[in-house]
Structure formats: structure tokens, C-alpha cells
């Protein structure tokens, strides 16, 4: 067994778990979600059961009731999705005694997807996302760009990172822990395990080879704007299946929806999402042919998503594409304004680099505090109008009180 790495979503589940009866912590397979359960069971005295178990888990299936009176609260109930019923007794439980922290579960696919589970359950449980490691997991320091980003004035030299190797990497710990070869051999297994058991028992669909090219042609695409007709054109199949097989994996969360920003609210929901992997090592396993520059445009929206995940500040992540399709790969907007972010692959930025980001500010400009075009060279340079390049490492190591690691000489 490899060393235990604290996660950054340990105190947030702690303190939902003293606000809410129940807690439902979803995520992929095999970002860790049972062992952090687990550690968390150990210091909070709970009982920890896993519906892995065939026996338990004809029981919850048989007498959901019956199951939770068993056993002792506070309880962990591990692959809570192979028993979706057992959600429906737990809001039962909850509504007759309304104490904070009686479960916390955990579940690989998203069962409040099921439209009777997520009504059921709204205000009672609060439902928390496990990533793949983090770059400030992986190199135990907490990331502080969220709040950084906003005060601009980054400092101008930083210390280099291996950027390319953290990509091809990912975060499933276990990837994380193999050499190449190892890695890839993992990957494959990841998926087949997926592809022949997950998606089936959510969904009863088979497909395995059309499942696993869609997957493909999604890591080949990630960071594009979702075009389902293209996406049906190249797969060879309808519309209907290739849009249901897209949800699947979005489900799984392999596959992240980012929305589109619009200055005005009500015209974001009309403007077509971006698509990222999840994870950049399994995008890196599955395509045969990338664009870096869309990868990295992922790493990052990850690195934030995963960042997002753990903060109680109402931050917001979405895309910038206007009419005539000039585009922001990230809008990042919080209580304090909006902050513009571009990733380019190439380690030279010249100031056409910043041209999406001053549509942005123009469409926004009392809300705009900061705009940045984050790139894998090593130094940060202003641009005027509170624009800067900023090496990509500052996603993770911006804020540390080490100058070399970006913060600012005062
Ligand atoms: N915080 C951590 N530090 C080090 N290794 C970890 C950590 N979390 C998970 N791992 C390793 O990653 C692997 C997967 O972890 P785990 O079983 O907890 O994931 P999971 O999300 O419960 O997966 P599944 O959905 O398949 O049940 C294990 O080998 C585990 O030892
Ligand atoms: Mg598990």
C-alpha cells in the first residue's frame, strides 16, 4: 500500500457532514472515494458497510427499511448506487429524525440523475464531487488561485514544472503511482472494467466497441464546443444513441459539461457547452491524435473544476464564445467580479494572444478584475489593462510564500 495523501475534500465533506443528514459524495471509479470514506469513518466513529458486498446488498435491495434499522448510525454506506432504493427509505429516516451527519454515502455513477431520487433528497443531502488528484494534492500544498486570480499581480518568475508530464499523468491515484507502460496497461483495464460492467448495469446498453469509439472520439475532441451532429456523423450512429452514450459517460463522470458565460444570465443556457475529459491521462490513453493546445485548455478547466469542488465560496467556471466566435476558454466568476483565462500551448505569448479577453472585458467591464493567458513558459509578464501572461503552474502553486513559486515581493 502507498502512502495515504490527504485530500483537499476531507474538511468540506466534515462540515457538511455537521449541516446535513446525509451526505452523498459521488465520483468516478477509482478516484479514491472508499479510501477517503473510509479514513473519514475511522476519525468520526462511523460504521462503514459496502453494498460490494453481495450479501448486503440483496438485503437493501429486499428491505431497505429494514437494512438501515440494522445497523448503528452514524453510518457510510460504500456503492449506495447499486441500491438506488435505499436513497428513497434514507429521506424516509431523515424527515422522522432530522439530526446532522447519519450517512454518508458514496456512489460511482450518478443516481440523483433518477428524477424520483433527486426530488426526494432535495435540502436533505448535500452532494459533494470527488476528482482525480489535484496538482496540489499530488504535491501536498492547498491551491490558492481561486482567491489570487482576482488580485492580479502575479509575480514574474516561477519555478519550472514538467507541465507535459502532469498531463500525460492525470490524477487516478493509481496512474499516478505506475511508469508509463504500467499506466497504460491500467488505463486499458479502467475502461474495459467500465465500459463491461458499469455502463451495463446503469444502463443495460452493450455496445461495448461503439461505447468505447465515442469514448475515443471525445478524448480526440476534448475542450471543443459539443457538436452532437459531427460527433453522430463520425461514430456512424444516430443522433439519439450518441447523445445517450454522451450522458452515460457524463454520469460516470469521465466526461464534464462546461457551460457557456454570457453577460446576461438567461442567454447562457442557449449557447452550446464545451466538452473536457475528466482526467488528461485518460484522454491522452484514448486518443490517437490531439491537439495539445485543447488538452492543456483542459488540465487547466480541471485543475479549477477540482479546485471549485472544495470551496465554499459560490465561484462559477463557465466558457466565453460571442457571436462572431471570439472565444475566453475560461470565465471564472465570483462574488468579487470575473476573471478571464486563456491557455495557449506555445511558450511565446504576443499581445493578439489577449484579443478574447478584451471582448470579455468589454462585455463585462465593471464586473472584470483580471484576464490571463497561462502558457508553459516560465515568467509572467503584464500586459497592460490588467491583463498578464502567467506561466501554467500557477494554477496550483500560486499563493505559496516561497517568491519562486509566484508570490508577489511586497
Ligand atoms: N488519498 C490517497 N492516497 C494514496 N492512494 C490512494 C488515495 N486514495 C485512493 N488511493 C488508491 O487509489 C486506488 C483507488 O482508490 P479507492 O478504492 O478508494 O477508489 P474508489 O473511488 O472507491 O474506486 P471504486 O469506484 O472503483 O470503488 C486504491 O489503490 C487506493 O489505494
Ligand atoms: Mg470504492
New binding site residues.
Given amino acids: 500500500?502507498?502512502?495515504?495523501?490527504?485530500?483537499h475534500l476531507s474538511d468540506r465533506l466534515k462540515r457538511a457532514l455537521k449541516t446535513h443528514p446525509a451526505v452523498f459524495l459521488e465520483?468516478?471509479?477509482?478516484?479514491?472515494?472508499?479510501?477517503?470514506v473510509k479514513k473519514l469513518a475511522r476519525e468520526l466513529e462511523m460504521r462503514y458497510v459496502t453494498l460490494d458486498d453481495l450479501d448486503l446488498l440483496t438485503s437493501a435491495q429486499a428491505d431497505p427499511e429494514g437494512f438501515l434499522t440494522s445497523w448503528d448510525e452514524p453510518l457510510v454506506i460504500?456503492?449506495v448506487q447499486r441500491a438506488p432504493e435505499l436513497l428513497l427509505a434514507i429521506k424516509a429516516r431523515v424527515d422522522r429524525k432530522r439530526a446532522p451527519g447519519r450517512y454518508l454515502l458514496?456512489g460511482?455513477a450518478n443516481v440523483l440523475a433518477l428524477p424520483r431520487v433527486a426530488e426526494a433528497l432535495v435540502g436533505r443531502m448535500a452532494v459533494l464531487t470527488?476528482y482525480p488528484f489535484s496538482q496540489g494534492e499530488l504535491e501536498g500544498r492547498r491551491e490558492a488561485f481561486l482567491e489570487r486570480a482576482f488580485q492580479g499581480r502575479p509575480h514574474p518568475e516561477w519555478e519550472g514544472a514538467d507541465v507535459w508530464e502532469r498531463v500525460r499523468r492525470g490524477g487516478?491515484?493509481?496512474a499516478v503511482r505506475l511508469e508509463n507502460a504500467d499506466r497504460a496497461e491500467w488505463f486499458a483495464g479502467y475502461v474495459r472494467t467500465l465500459l463491461e460492467r458499469d455502463v451495463r448495469d446503469i444502463s443495460g446498453v452493450e455496445q461495448v466497441a461503439v461505447l468505447h469509439a465515442l469514448l475515443a472520439l471525445l478524448a480526440e475532441r476534448t475542450g471543443s464546443l459539443l457538436n452532437i451532429s459531427e460527433l453522430s456523423r463520425s461514430l456512424g450512429r444516430p443522433r439519439s444513441t450518441t447523445d445517450k452514450y454522451l450522458r452515460l459517460f457524463e454520469k460516470l463522470f469521465l466526461v464534464h459539461r462546461l457551460p457557456a458565460w454570457a453577460a446576461n444570465p438567461t442567454k447562457r443556457l442557449t449557447r452550446s457547452p464545451k466538452l473536457h475529459m475528466v482526467d488528461t491521462g485518460l484522454a491522452v490513453h484514448l486518443a490517437r491524435v490531439f491537439n495539445e493546445g485543447a488538452l492543456l485548455e483542459t488540465f487547466v478547466t480541471m485543475e479549477l473544476t477540482k479546485q471549485l469542488s472544495w470551496t465554499t465560496e459560490p465561484y462559477r467556471l463557465a466558457h466565453f464564445r460571442d457571436a462572431s466566435g471570439r472565444e475566453v476558454d475560461l470565465v471564472l466568476e465570483g462574488p468579487e467580479g470575473l476573471v478571464g483565462i486563456e491557455v495557449k500551448s506555445k511558450r511565446r505569448v504576443g499581445p493578439g494572444d489577449f484579443s478574447g479577453l478584451r471582448v470579455l472585458k468589454r462585455s463585462a467591464p465593471e464586473r472584470f478584475r483580471a484576464g490571463f493567458v497561462l502558457h508553459p513558459g516560465p515568467q509572467a509578464l503584464p500586459f497592460g489593462d490588467h491583463l498578464w501572461s502567467l506561466p501554467v503552474q500557477a494554477v496550483w502553486r500560486w499563493g505559496n510564500d516561497d517568491p519562486k513559486n509566484g508570490s508577489e515581493l511586497e
Avoid: H, W
Avoid at 500500500?1 to 485530500?7: D, E, G, L, S, V
Fill in positions: 500500500m502507498t502512502r495515504y495523501r490527504p485530500r465520483g468516478a471509479r477509482q478516484v479514491g472515494k472508499t479510501t477517503l460504500d456503492e458514496t460511482s470527488l487516478f491515484p493509481e
